[in-house]
């Protein structure tokens, strides 16, 4: 008998307790929104996204799809799939804490380089994966331009990456050209001269037989001393002096 009665107890106070959690979530649900918390992650120097088109996100993600004015309003699972929908968005993270915040925290697409074919202008992630341009903001990173194909992206992407942590490359390669033999030419600061670099394949090897002809050579007559510095043959550089 006394077992009995303690199960009906229990049994009470989960149905006590269910009645208080559901009555506490609907009181939640019913709040209004009284702040949306965006962080958007490298925003100091990337603004492919900003917070007013968060904003307009998560209106349209809303459950009534126009306008999210309470709790109930926002589709957490939604609004995360459609911010990550977004060209420039590689994460989203969205949640509502007990105060009735909504969270919001996007990572926005680095661009590693920008792409100009013949047919299409894009950037390439560090992942290789291509994505657009912005109306909103241009990016400054090195511009590779020629007949590039998909399976080049990401040596691409490897070489520049090469060179963006370099202080000498960073401040002298310009540009990059795919030329019409199939292979890549590296352009500089200083018109009429440029480097013959090849394939991009041996990068570091030739990268740093560049660094060490600029520090014996380069260094005390300049690169305009030259009109073609060649790193395309195995382990040497041939410099054409003008």
């Known amino acids: 008998m006394k077992l009995k009665y303690r199960l009906l107890k229990i049994f009470l106070l989960i149905i006590f307790l269910g009645f208080l959690m559901n009555f506490a979530i609907r ?3 019913n709040k209004n929104i009284d702040e949306i918390r965006i962080h958007v992650e490298n925003s100091d120097r990337i603004r492919f996204i900003t917070n007013d088109m968060i904003k307009n996100i998560i209106d349209r993600s809303s459950k009534n799809g126009t306008k999210a004015y309470k709790i109930k309003d926002i589709d957490i699972i939604k609004t995360e799939y ?21 969270n919001v925290t996007v990572s926005q697409k680095i661009p590693v380089v920008r792409v100009k074919t013949p047919k299409e202008e894009f950037y390439l992630d560090k992942n290789g994966a291509p994505f657009p341009l912005s109306s909103n903001f241009s990016f400054p990173c090195i511009i590779a331009t020629g007949n590039i194909q998909p399976d080049e992206y990401q040596k691409l992407v490897n070489f520049c990456q090469l060179i ?9 390669i310009i540009a990059i050209e795919k030329d019409k033999r199939k292979t890549y030419n590296l352009l500089l600061n200083i018109e009429s001269v440029y ?6 394949e041996n990068n570091h090897q030739k990268l740093t037989n560049l ?11 300049g690169f305009d001393a030259y009109k073609k510095i060649s790193l395309k043959y195995d382990n040497q550089i041939v410099a054409t002096k003008k």
């Open 27 to 29: 009181r939640h649900n």
């Open 82 to 102: 459609n911010l990550y929908s977004s060209s420039f968005v590689s994460q989203s993270n969205v949640y509502i804490d007990l105060d009735g915040v909504v």
């Open 164 to 172: 963006s942590v370099d202080n000498l490359f960073k401040n002298h």
């Open 195 to 200: 480097i013959e670099y090849g394939e991009l």
């Open 211 to 221: 660094k060490e002809f600029y520090k014996q050579y380069l260094d005390y007559v």
